[in-house]
């Protein structure tokens, strides 16, 4: 395995690729046929599945999961936490034209901490999904999600809110959802929804 960004006790499947250069935090894993380019940036704690690409202007924070069949292409950022479902889509480019390049117009798509992106949804470039938002599967996200929202669907429109234990959260009045699993409180404000104490 090359470069001597890859920290110690990093386990990296004998069909993977590791371009030289490309960090890895320590406790990682890439599995079977994945790809991460030389400027990849990877925290601790991660996994890649089956067939994941990871871009060289990507950064992943710790304990992100990515799931088989995913391509983390360039100006993506992932933050602490994030779980990438089975075969999401990321894109790049917002209007993309195979004899035109356009390298230079990349868009930056940033997820936020612990946040869920499901099998096979996709995003496209340009946005970003909020802190402990929940993106159903399928869904198509054209605009921002905010933080700890719940949106499925194409395109993607918010249905509800989701708590930091991935639990759909329960109206109790106006203002105030709560978690069924966990009891937690959330509060309805002009910043968004937030976790209450």
């Known amino acids: 395995m090359p470069g001597s960004g890859v920290a110690e006790g990093v386990q990296v499947h004998a069909s993977a690729i590791v371009d030289e250069g490309a960090r890895i935090g320590r406790g990682s894993r890439v599995w079977h046929f994945a790809h991460v380019c030389g400027g990849a940036r990877i925290g601790e704690g991660c996994s890649l599945g089956q067939n994941v690409f990871v871009g060289n202007r990507v950064a992943i924070g710790n304990n992100v999961k990515i799931q088989n069949n995913v391509s983390v292409y360039d100006n993506v950022t992932l933050e602490d936490d994030v779980f990438c479902g089975p075969s999401m889509v990321f894109t790049n480019v917002i209007n993309?034209?195979?004899?035109?390049?356009?390298?230079?117009?990349?868009?930056?798509?940033v997820v936020r901490k612990g946040a869920t992106l499901g099998a096979n949804c996709t995003?496209?470039?340009?946005?970003?999904?909020?802190?402990?938002?929940?993106?159903?599967?399928?869904?198509?996200?054209?605009?921002?999600?905010?933080?700890?929202?719940?949106?499925?669907?194409?395109?993607?429109?918010?249905?509800?809110?989701?708590?930091?234990?991935?639990?759909?959260?329960?109206?109790?009045?106006?203002?105030?959802?709560?978690?069924?699993?966990?009891?937690?409180?959330?509060?309805?404000?002009?910043?968004?929804?937030?976790?209450?104490?």
């Open 123 to 197: 995003i496209v470039c340009g946005v970003t999904v909020g802190r402990h938002a929940f993106v159903g599967a399928g869904a198509v996200v054209t605009r921002n999600v905010p933080d700890y929202a719940l949106v499925t669907g194409v395109p993607a429109r918010q249905v509800g809110w989701m708590g930091e234990h991935g639990e759909r959260l329960e109206k109790l009045d106006e203002r105030t959802w709560v978690c069924p699993a966990t009891q937690k409180r959330y509060a309805l404000t002009e910043q968004g929804l937030r976790p209450e104490g």
């Open 96 to 109: 993309p034209r195979s004899a035109i390049e356009r390298k230079n117009e990349y868009l930056d798509t």
